[in-house]
C-alpha cells in the first residue's frame, strides 16, 4: 500500500486550522480537525494512512521535518489557512512526496491563481466528504486538480482511524471527558450568513444508519 500523510503542520503560533476556518487559539483549546478524521475513514482500506498533527504535539519545524522523513509518505494531504498559509507552503515545499494537496479556506476564493502560482502543490480538496476523494488522488488531472462540492442529498464515511490521533492532546470548551471523539453529521450549512463561509461550501446530510 501507499503511504498517505494527513498533516497539520507545525507554526509559530496555536492556529486552529479545521473545516474551512481558521483562527488563533487564545486559551489553549486545540481540537480534532474533522477534516482528517473523515478522510482517514475514507482512506483507510486503500492506502496506509499515517497522522501528524504538529500544532496539537507543539513539534518544532525541525522535529517535523525529521518524523516525516521516517515516514517517507508517497502522497501528502496538509491543513492550511489565511492565517498559516505563508508557513505551511515553506514547509511543505521541503517535503519530498510523489504527490501533495492541500485543504483550505484560503482555497476558496482564488483556487486557480493559488495552484498555479503553488505548482508543487497536486490539487486542492474543496469537499472532503467526497466520496470520489480515493480518485482524485488517484488522477487529480481528471477533476481539473480541484475535487468540489459533491452534489448529493446525503454522504457516508466509515468510521475514522481515531487511534492514528493524538487524541489526549485535545482538549475542548464543552466536553466532559477526555479523550473524546468527534463525529460530522451534516455538512456545510443551508444558510448563507455574511458573517460565516459555510454556507458557501453547499449542504448535504450525513445518513442516520451510517452516523450510527
Same mark, same amino acid.
Given at each position: 500500500?501507499?503511504?498517505?500523510? %494527513?498533516?497539520?503542520?507545525?507554526?509559530?503560533?496555536?492556529?486552529?486550522?479545521?473545516?474551512?476556518?481558521?483562527?488563533?487559539?487564545?486559551?489553549?483549546?486545540?481540537?480534532?480537525?474533522?477534516?482528517?478524521?473523515?478522510?482517514?475513514? /475514507?482512506?483507510?482500506?486503500?492506502?496506509?494512512?499515517?497522522?501528524?498533527?504538529?500544532?496539537?504535539?507543539?513539534?518544532?519545524?525541525?522535529?517535523? /521535518?525529521?518524523?516525516?522523513?521516517?515516514?517517507?509518505?508517497?502522497?501528502?494531504?496538509?491543513?492550511?489557512?489565511?492565517?498559516?498559509?505563508?508557513?505551511?507552503?515553506?514547509?511543505?515545499?521541503?517535503?519530498?512526496?510523489?504527490?501533495?494537496?492541500?485543504?483550505?479556506?484560503?482555497?476558496?476564493?482564488?483556487? #486557480?491563481?493559488?495552484? #498555479?502560482?503553488?505548482?508543487?502543490?497536486?490539487?486542492?480538496?474543496?469537499?472532503?466528504?467526497?466520496?470520489?476523494?480515493?480518485?482524485?488522488?488517484?488522477?487529480?488531472?481528471?477533476?481539473?486538480?480541484?475535487?468540489?462540492?459533491?452534489?448529493?442529498?446525503?454522504?457516508?464515511?466509515?468510521?475514522?482511524?481515531?487511534?492514528?490521533?493524538?487524541?489526549? #492532546?485535545?482538549?475542548?470548551?464543552?466536553?466532559?471527558?477526555?479523550?473524546?471523539?468527534?463525529?460530522?453529521?451534516?455538512?456545510?450549512?443551508?444558510?448563507?450568513?455574511?458573517?460565516?463561509?459555510?454556507?458557501? %461550501?453547499?449542504? #448535504? %446530510?450525513?445518513?442516520?444508519?451510517?452516523?450510527?
Amino acid at each position: 500500500m501507499e503511504k498517505v500523510l %494527513l498533516l497539520n503542520p507545525p507554526a509559530k503560533n496555536l492556529y486552529l486550522i479545521d473545516y474551512f476556518c481558521s483562527s488563533l487559539s487564545k486559551a489553549g483549546y486545540c481540537w480534532q480537525p474533522i477534516d482528517f478524521l473523515v478522510i482517514s475513514g /475514507l482512506l483507510k482500506n486503500n492506502y496506509e494512512v499515517f497522522v501528524l498533527d504538529c500544532i496539537a504535539e507543539k513539534l518544532s519545524f525541525s522535529n517535523s /521535518l525529521n518524523i516525516i522523513n521516517k515516514i517517507s509518505p508517497d502522497i501528502l494531504i496538509f491543513l492550511s489557512s489565511t492565517l498559516s498559509y505563508k508557513e505551511d507552503f515553506d514547509f511543505v515545499r521541503k517535503i519530498s512526496a510523489k504527490k501533495i494537496f492541500v485543504i483550505g479556506e484560503i482555497f476558496l476564493g482564488n483556487t #486557480k491563481e493559488i495552484l #498555479k502560482e503553488n505548482s508543487f502543490i497536486n490539487g486542492t480538496i474543496l469537499d472532503f466528504t467526497n466520496s470520489r476523494l480515493k480518485y482524485f488522488i488517484e488522477k487529480p488531472e481528471n477533476f481539473d486538480n480541484v475535487l468540489y462540492f459533491e452534489e448529493t442529498k446525503f454522504f457516508l464515511y466509515p468510521i475514522p482511524l481515531y487511534e492514528k490521533f493524538p487524541l489526549k #492532546k485535545y482538549n475542548y470548551p464543552l466536553h466532559l471527558f477526555n479523550p473524546y471523539a468527534s463525529v460530522l453529521t451534516t455538512y456545510g450549512c443551508p444558510f448563507k450568513c455574511h458573517f460565516c463561509n459555510s454556507g458557501s %461550501l453547499g449542504f #448535504k %446530510l450525513r445518513n442516520a444508519e451510517n452516523i450510527l
